[in-house]
């Protein structure tokens, strides 16, 4: 039996999981949900004799079951490797009262690596499965790091263009570099003016223009996305809330069946829905807290049902947070609207046209597996120095809103369930704010003359993907108004 995929916004609209990554946004503007959340098919303890790489096989093979057994090994072996800077792919680390995940560990440390260096490999198999013959552009839009790492699994890969949008001015200093230096003849990084959200809506705009769709096909191209919008993402992210747990119960943290807590410093939703399949899965789940930076749009909508972005936009010191159309959402909606096509789409026209929407009783209801968070940012520094302060661990800005969050969770609710906190990226590549955090004096020091003091301040090695970035040769200079993405595609891909 095969699991087909169909889309949020018409449930008849399906696809094997193949043409689902090959598509990225199914054609009626909707996302791809799996028809049924699988579960696992070995038990807990089995786990716990396998690799992050075995593991990955055991879950992805249930999302992804038209892949063949050699098909889906293979992605993972050439994904898994020594791109990364530990064997494990990821680290669990104790610290304190409570556990990170630390999934910095890829080539661009942030925790997008764990599935943008295996989504071109996953692509370019569907695309041989399905008989495509188009060159595929990889569209995608980024809040700083989905870029560097789309395009670091996508440079020089045969057969693929990869065309980045970021917000000119919303990154920081190293997540800029790291882009603008990206080797690969067939890696194009456009900066715009407008904000992460902009980029977001130009680039479904285009996935939805069939006009444009057209033209590219006479052309011998198609559109893919490597957003969190495609389920090759998304899939690959519910691996590691796997490998958490069984790692816990490997170092017995917990007893088989004991619950736990992921928190997830989130933006475009997709970190925390992977580890609501998770939870779907058949991990033991107690809390999904869904931590916010001070866009909270997120966490007025777990409180009051009601998701609503027209509100100032505002840039913080976690800018791949700075999101107030979280796209991954839609999936978690359309599940709690009972699978109901019409009534998600509904709910999105009113998101696209007034900038809001309410949710009824009904749906709320079914929202219990998830407490909404936020920290503002003289709390997301404190968080940083209270955490180094205490126990010597120095953390990056996107993992300091979740652990702000969990802190303030857990002394107001006194839940001592074991927590796992999703570390999204490593403190290098937020320098400038986490060293000013630690110590007044570094306030206002630009993030690369800060590399070596935080090297001697957390005794962390400096990765190899901010080594020698400041004087890399700068090979992309393109920036564009947001109204010309697509002239700009067109540009790129020399079609006008
Ligand atoms: C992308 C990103 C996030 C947000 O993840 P979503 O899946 O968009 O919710 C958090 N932290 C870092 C460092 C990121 O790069």
Redesign the pocket.
Known sequence: MSLMYKSTRDSNNTATASEAILQGLATDGGLYVPEKLPKLSVSLEELTKLSYKEIAYEVMKLFLDDFTEDELKNCINKAYDSKFDTENICELKKVGDVFYLEL?HGATI???DMALSILPHLLTTSAKKNKIEDKIVILTAT????GK?AMAGFADVPGTEIIVFYPKGGVSKVQEKQMLTQTGANTHVVGITGNFDDAQTGVKVMFNNEALKEELKAKGYRFSSAN?INIGRLVP?VVYYVYSYVNLLKNNEIKAGDKVNFV???????????AFYAKNLGIPVNKLICASNENKVLFDFFNTGVYDRNRQFILTT?P??D?LI???LERLIYMIAGEDSDKNKGLMEALKTEGKYEIDDSMKALLSDFIGGFASEDQVAEEIKNVFTDDNYVM????A?ASRVYHDYKANTKDETVSVI?S??SPY??ATSVMGAIDDKYKGVEDFALIAELNKVSGVKIPKAVDGLETAPVLHNTVCETADMEKTVKRILDII
């Open positions: 910095f942030a925790f997008k809040s700083g790091d989905t790492a969190s992210q997830v410093p989130t933006g475009n939703f997709g970190n925390i829905l992977a976690s791949s947070m999101i979280s796209s991954n990056d800005t996107h993992t809103v999703a999204t990226a590549k937020f």
